[in-house]
């Protein structure tokens, strides 16, 4: 059974840095498009950051490009995102997915992602 465990998520002061982290078990890792999206309250849930299976290619929302990095490790199968000059708009459950792919790509929609974690919380104060 494929599992996602999120870990990370704490309260910073906005102009802060944090580092959210996801562990896989349960799929063929390097097989998987990992992806980080977020949910403020009340609104929808959007993407923030995709990394294709090699790490090769990846893909930013606008309003997180230059703040932030995703990476992956596929020796230990965990997947993060190092989130610098936060803001107060950067307040949401952050949750990681995974999509089984069979090209090196990080473009896919959210719609697509098969698995996902149960979510971390990242609350940046002004």
């Known amino acids: 059974q494929a599992q996602l465990v999120e870990s990370g998520g704490e309260s910073v002061q906005a102009g802060g840095s944090l580092r959210v982290s996801c562990a896989a078990s349960g799929l063929a890792f390097t097989m998987y498009t990992l992806g980080w999206f977020r949910q403020a309250p009340g609104k929808e849930r959007e993407f923030v950051a995709a990394?294709?299976?090699?790490?090769?290619?990846?893909r930013y929302a606008e309003s997180v490009k230059d703040r932030f990095t995703i990476s992956r490790d596929n020796a230990k199968n965990t997947v993060a995102l190092q989130m610098n000059s936060l803001k107060p708009e950067d307040t949401a459950v952050y949750y990681c997915?995974?999509?089984?792919?069979?090209?090196?790509?990080?473009?896919?929609?959210?719609?697509?992602?098969?698995?996902w974690g149960q979510g971390t919380q990242v609350t940046v104060s002004s």
């Open positions: 990394i294709s299976r090699s790490g090769g290619s990846i």
């Open positions: 997915a995974a999509v089984r792919v069979f090209t090196d790509t990080s473009n896919l929609p959210m719609t697509s992602y098969a698995y």
